[in-house]
C-alpha cells in the first residue's frame, strides 16, 4: 500500500506533541500533510469529515498516567473505516504509564487500525527556566528519532496489502486502567497584573475557554486544566504558577525525573 497523504489529529496545549507528529509525517516523506488540531475550545465541536482509507497520526499528551479527559472528548468526534492509525503520546520525562495503550483502546472503538504507536518525551508542562523538567524537548534528536519512526511506518505500510489489514499491535500499560489520570486541584495561573499588557495572548491559547479578557484578564479557576499553555505562550512572563501544592510538585519532578529518557517505538521493529 501506498501512502500519498497523512493526516495530523492532536490535543497539544505547550505544543510538544504536534512538533512530534510533524517530525514523523517528514519521516514518512509525504507532500500532503494535513493538520487537524483538536486544542482550542472548538475542537469539542468541530465537524471532522470520517476518515476512510487513508493514514492518521493521532498524537496527545500524558496527564496523570492517562489521556486528558479533554483530548477523549475531542477525539471521540472522529469517525473512520479501513484507517490506519500511528499512535502518539507525549509525556513529560516521568512516565506514560497507561496512555498510549488508552489512546490504542479509544482509536480501535472509533474505528481506526492501529499500525504503530509511540511515546516521545517533551518539555514538562509544569517545567520552567529555574525548575527545568525537560526543557526544550523534543530537541533535534527527538526530532530525528521522529523522522526515522516514519519512515519505518511508511516501510511497514508498503508491505500491507490494504488498509484494512489486521495488525496486532501491542502496546505497554495496563487493562484495567491503574494510572489514575490528572487529579483536579482547583487551581490555576495567576496573573501578575503590573507586567500584563493585556494582550489577550493567554485567552487565545486556552483550550478550555476557562480565560476571559475585560480590561484585565479573569481566569475560571474551575475550568483550568493546569495544561500551562498560557504560561508558556505569555510574552510578558506574567502568567505565572503561584499554588504552593502544584509548585511543589514541580519541584518534585525537577529533582526525581531529570535523568534523560528516550522516545520508544512500537510496531516498527525496533
Ligand atoms: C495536568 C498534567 C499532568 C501531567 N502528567 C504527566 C505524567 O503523568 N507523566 C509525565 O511524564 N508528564 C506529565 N505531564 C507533562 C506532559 O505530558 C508533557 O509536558 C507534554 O509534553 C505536554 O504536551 P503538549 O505540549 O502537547 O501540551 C503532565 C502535564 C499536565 C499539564
Ligand atoms: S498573555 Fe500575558 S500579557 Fe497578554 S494578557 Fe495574558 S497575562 Fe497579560
Ligand atoms: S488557564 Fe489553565 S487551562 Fe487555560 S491555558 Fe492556562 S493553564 Fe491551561
Known amino acids: 500500500m501506498e501512502v500519498k497523504q497523512v493526516k495530523l489529529v492532536y490535543f497539544s496545549p505547550t505544543g510538544t506533541t504536534q512538533k512530534v507528529l510533524e517530525g514523523i509525517a517528514k519521516g514518512i516523506g509525504v507532500e500532503g500533510v494535513e493538520q487537524i488540531n483538536l486544542t482550542?475550545?472548538?475542537?469539542?465541536?468541530?465537524?471532522?469529515?470520517?476518515?476512510?482509507?487513508?493514514?492518521?497520526?493521532?498524537?496527545?499528551?500524558?496527564?496523570?498516567?492517562?489521556?486528558?479527559?479533554?483530548?477523549?472528548?475531542?477525539?471521540?468526534?472522529?469517525?473512520?473505516?479501513?484507517?490506519?492509525?500511528?499512535?502518539?503520546v507525549v509525556y513529560g520525562n516521568r512516565e506514560f504509564e497507561d496512555a498510549l495503550l488508552e489512546l490504542k483502546n479509544l482509536s480501535i472503538e472509533l474505528g481506526f487500525s492501529p499500525v504503530a504507536g509511540a511515546a516521545f518525551i517533551g518539555e514538562h508542562s509544569f517545567a520552567t527556566a529555574d525548575v527545568p523538567i525537560a526543557n526544550g524537548r523534543p530537541d533535534s534528536q527527538d526530532v530525528q528519532r521522529a523522522m526515522?519512526?516514519?519512515?519505518?511506518?511508511?516501510?511497514?505500510?508498503?508491505?500491507?496489502?490494504?488498509?484494512?489489514?489486521?495488525?496486532?499491535?501491542?502496546?505497554?500499560?495496563?487493562?484495567?486502567?491503574?494510572?489514575?489520570g490528572?487529579?483536579?486541584?482547583?487551581?490555576?495561573?495567576?496573573?501578575?497584573?503590573?507586567?500584563?499588557?493585556?494582550?489577550?495572548?493567554?485567552?487565545?491559547?486556552?483550550?478550555?475557554?476557562?480565560?476571559?479578557?475585560?480590561?484585565?484578564?479573569?481566569?475560571?479557576?474551575?475550568?483550568?486544566?493546569?495544561?500551562?499553555a498560557c504560561i508558556k505562550s505569555c510574552p510578558e512572563g506574567a502568567r505565572?504558577?503561584?499554588?504552593?501544592?502544584?509548585?511543589?510538585?514541580?519541584?518534585?519532578?525537577?529533582?526525581?525525573?531529570?535523568?534523560r529518557k528516550e522516545p520508544q517505538l512500537f510496531g516498527v521493529g525496533v
Not at 475542537?43 to 498524537?59: C, R
Not at 495567576?190 to 484585565?216: H, K, R, W
Not at 525537577?254 to 535523568?259: D, M, V
Open 40 to 88: 482550542l475550545p472548538e475542537g469539542t465541536q468541530q465537524a471532522i469529515p470520517p476518515f476512510a482509507d487513508e493514514l492518521v497520526i493521532i498524537g496527545a499528551p500524558v496527564y496523570g498516567g492517562r489521556l486528558p479527559v479533554d483530548a477523549i472528548k475531542r477525539l471521540n468526534n472522529l469517525k473512520a473505516t479501513n484507517t490506519l492509525a500511528v499512535l502518539v
Open 240 to 259: 505565572v504558577m503561584e499554588d504552593s501544592k502544584w509548585k511543589s510538585i514541580a519541584t518534585w519532578l525537577n529533582e526525581n525525573c531529570s535523568a
Open 182 to 228: 490528572a487529579r483536579p486541584m482547583a487551581v490555576a495561573p495567576v496573573t501578575i497584573e503590573d507586567t500584563c499588557t493585556v494582550c489577550g495572548t493567554c485567552a487565545s491559547v486556552c483550550p478550555t475557554a476557562a480565560i476571559s479578557i475585560n480590561g484585565s484578564v479573569a481566569t475560571e479557576i474551575e475550568l483550568c486544566i493546569r495544561c500551562c
Open 148 to 180: 526515522d519512526f516514519g519512515a519505518r511506518i511508511k516501510d511497514k505500510i508498503a508491505a500491507l496489502e490494504s488498509p484494512d489489514a489486521k495488525i496486532d499491535l501491542e502496546l505497554p500499560g495496563n487493562f484495567p486502567y491503574e494510572a489514575g
